[in-house]
């Protein structure tokens, strides 16, 4: 069965940071990318990053220069640093997996429906 499980969300403040993980399992993590998306409340799901099955790394421009993605293929893990967190950045996070990264952070195309995702607070 195909899973991916995101973690480490929570509640921090204005300026503070973050790391978010993705924990997959299923599949053959080396052959797809996989994409971080989310949601604020009212809002469209949005891709933040993408890290591609090579390893290239892919932001949107609200968080280039604040997030960082990165796999830990010997744990078939992807990771979110987000640092310099911000009030917009209070979404809940998901992980998915598809077969290319898009310029701007993104996953045009994924495989499999969406998890629980993770729930990032910032106050500000």
């Known amino acids: 069965e195909v899973q991916l499980v995101e973690s480490g969300g929570g509640l921090v403040q204005a300026g503070g940071s973050l790391r978010l993980s993705c924990a997959a399992s299923g599949f053959t993590f080396d052959d797809y990318a996989i994409g971080w998306f989310r949601q604020a409340p009212g809002k469209e799901r949005e891709g933040v990053s993408c890290?591609?099955?090579?390893?290239?790394?892919y932001y949107a421009d609200s968080v280039k220069g604040r997030f960082t993605i990165s796999s830990d293929n010997a744990k078939n893990t992807v990771y979110l640093q987000m640092n310099s967190l911000k009030s917009e950045d209070t979404a809940v996070y998901y992980c998915?997996?598809?077969?290319?990264?898009?310029?701007?952070?993104?996953?045009?195309?994924?495989?499999?429906?969406w998890g629980q995702g993770t729930q990032v607070t910032v106050s500000s």
């Open positions: 998915i997996r598809g077969p290319r990264c898009a310029p701007g952070g993104r996953l045009p195309l994924f495989f499999g429906s």
């Open positions: 890290i591609s099955s090579s390893g290239s790394t």
